[in-house]
């Protein structure tokens, strides 16, 4: 998330011969100011992993040179392929572009590889391939990295200030999910994000679930939604870490640079759509967690979307920045609720868990 950089230990890789072929993809329209330090960066996260990488730039619908540019940069640790591409208009989104990438990225990793993806005006930290692969060398089918901004960004965007309550209820949130429903894929400290300037995927767990969805927008929230219908660990990971553009004037209507801009001009915007009311989300987790305990667990996945689908109660409604104080409240309460009780059974009745 955007207001939190908080480093975390990057998971050991195990001793292997051999690794799968990663291919990473990033959808480009009108990046030429951007792509540059975009794919430096990748370059020097391939040099710290053994494993064969290749970076798949598709450059679609341009009508400046990101493509030629691209095709100028040094990128020593991987090999660099350069695709220019015309969507036809109703796949010239962000959902339409970034299937696109990942199918071709797709195509080139092979049944047994890992397709990576990040956006054109991001920049991944050194130990970002290695944290994604990390995570998946560790059992996991699919991993949801962190995004922030560094300090420069940052400081050009004061109005983040007012949003730390959001961040804090965010952190509570994924802190209620693990105690409530907690999935030894997903330890704690993970997280509730998902971001397409961030995100790994194997091939096998991709194509099962017949790729990423050409939505319109949150292409990279319906993708881990996907994934964890269809059964599919999914790592919600503080280690892979991705610093964005501050920028307000995006290349996808009511994509991130436009939430930036909802923030800067109006205070009382809605919260990023991640969250919700606490008493939702406490309904919502206990539900699925009785029906993780009753279902097979090859079939919790469908079962469980059907249920959300079809229950008003479980609904997903919006915050509201006026409701963070009281919200945070209700969630730290219960977070100290389920502790004391999580301690009881574990035969101490004084001592809770580390929030």
Not at 24 to 46: F, H, K, M
Not at 99 to 115: Q, V
Not at 211 to 219: K, N, Q, R, S, T
């Amino acid at each position: 998330m955007w207001l939190a950089a908080d480093r975390v230990a990057v998971p050991a890789l195990p001793p292997r011969s051999a690794w799968p072929s990663i291919v990473i993809a990033v959808p480009a329209c009108n990046e030429r100011n951007d792509i540059g330090a975009c794919l430096a960066a990748l370059a020097a996260a391939a040099r710290r992993t053994a494993a064969p990488v290749t970076i798949v730039v598709n450059a679609n619908n341009c009508t400046d040179d990101t493509a030629a540019v691209a095709r100028r940069c040094e990128a020593r640790g991987a090999t660099l392929v350069i695709d220019e591409i015309t969507l036809p208009p109703v796949l010239a989104h962000a959902g339409g572009a970034r299937r696109h990438a990942m199918e071709r990225a797709a195509s080139l990793a092979g049944s047994d590889g890992i397709i990576m993806t990040t956006d054109a005006d991001s920049r991944v930290d050194a130990d970002w391939i290695v944290a994604n692969l990390a995570e998946i060398a560790g059992g996991a089918d699919a991993v949801a990295g962190m995004v922030t901004f560094d300090d420069n960004a940052r400081d050009l965007l004061p109005m983040l200030v007012g949003r730390a309550a959001e961040w804090r209820l965010a952190c509570l949130q994924a802190r209620i999910e693990h105690l409530l429903d907690p999935r030894a894929h997903d330890p704690w400290p993970r997280h509730i994000w998902a971001w397409g300037a961030s995100l790994a995927v194997t091939v096998k767990a991709y194509r099962a679930v017949g790729g990423l969805p050409a939505v319109p927008l949150a292409e990279d929230r319906a993708l881990a939604a996907a994934l964890e219908r269809g059964g599919f660990r999914l790592r919600r990971s503080h280690a892979p870490l991705v610093f964005t553009s501050p920028r307000r004037t995006g290349r996808a209507p009511g994509g991130f640079a436009d939430l930036l801009a909802s923030y800067a001009s109006d205070e009382t915007a809605p919260c990023d759509a991640a969250l919700e009311p606490t008493r939702v989300l406490l309904r919502r987790l206990t539900w699925r967690a009785r029906l993780r305990a009753a279902a097979a667990a090859d079939a919790f996945g469908e079962i469980w979307a059907a249920i959300e689908e079809a229950t008003p109660a479980l609904a997903r409604r919006r915050v509201r920045p006026v409701d963070l104080t009281a919200e945070i409240a209700s969630a730290e309460g219960l977070i100290a609720a389920l502790e004391r009780r999580a301690a009881r059974r574990a035969g101490n009745p004084v001592a809770g868990l580390a929030a």
